[in-house]
């Protein structure tokens, strides 16, 4: 991070990624303020990203913008959730995309959280962040996630997506719903365990945003994953760390009936993907990383 102290906007601080981040922003000396929905009790910088309204005057005295306000996608995808995954992405971003555009004040970095969904379907072939052809809705709502931030092209403001795979926590998250069922010894596989399952931790997802504010050399989308993993090689690593059996696999028929597109794209899509270059995480072994978490 920069040496001198930094004000720093953020969205969805108090997420399974933002509430890990503000402690350690603080503790390096910046400022953390959160954006908050317009009428709230809490002290922040106002705004509402449906009403396509902010403070201005606020956002523009900050120096930095870190965007990680969403929907969670782990929900049954009605038409209703889709919209509202959907438009919690593009509107925020095109919000704070467009007022920066229009005068940034002070911010000169906008980094934005997004997804790795981009990089589907390239079978076993480890994508790149060039690999954008992934199908599906995920992908979609990525590729507009990610083109709203347009009016920032050619400005003044270095802008970054954090394309992020699983974020790796006992405190939430994908291993946080595992944990249960696997401590029961009913865990294992899902499908046949082949699809590509790309992993981070979070102690390296907020050293990533850390990096990505201070970082002059950062810009474009970067893979925020520490390796891409088979499936059932995780689940067996994960049982073997817990010292509980794998043998009881989640049919694709199962998930396919119980949790729609959602499931599909979820757990059965595979996303081979490559870290970014330059990358060096403190969690770059899967079974030390879970028995540090867990400790085993």
Known sequence: MSDLPLRIAMSGASGLVGSALVPQLEAAGH??????????????????PVAGTIDHAA???CDAVIHLAGENVAQR???????????????????????????????WVFVSASG??????????????????????????????????????GGPVRTVFLRTGVVLTPQ???????????????????????????????????????????DPGLAGPIHAVTASIRQGDFARTLGRVLGRPTCLPLPALAVRLLMGDMGKELLLDSLCVRPYPGL?????DLAVLLRRQLGR
């Open 172 to 214: 939430g998250g994908a291993l946080a719903k595992m944990l249960p069922p696997f401590r029961l010894g009913l865990g294992g596989p899902v499908g046949d365990g082949r699809q590509w399952l790309p992993w981070i931790s979070l102690e390296d997802v907020v050293r990533l945003y850390q990096r990505a504010v201070s």
């Open 116 to 153: 790795v969904a981009l990089a589907g379907g390239t079978g076993d072939r480890p994508a790149t962040e060039v690999d954008v052809a992934g199908r599906g809705f995920l992908a979609e709502v990525v590729r507009a996630w990610e083109a709203a931030a347009a009016p920032l092209e």
């Open 59 to 61: 956002l523009r005295a």
């Open 77 to 107: 995808w009605t038409a209703a959730a889709r919209e509202r995954i959907r438009g919690s992405r593009v509107q925020g971003t095109g919000l704070l995309a467009r007022t920066l555009a229009e005068d940034p004040g002070r911010v």
């Open 31 to 48: 400022t953390v303020v959160p954006l908050v929905r317009s009428g709230s009790h809490r002290l922040g910088i106002a705004w509402d």
């Open 280 to 284: 060096v995480p403190l969690d770059g």
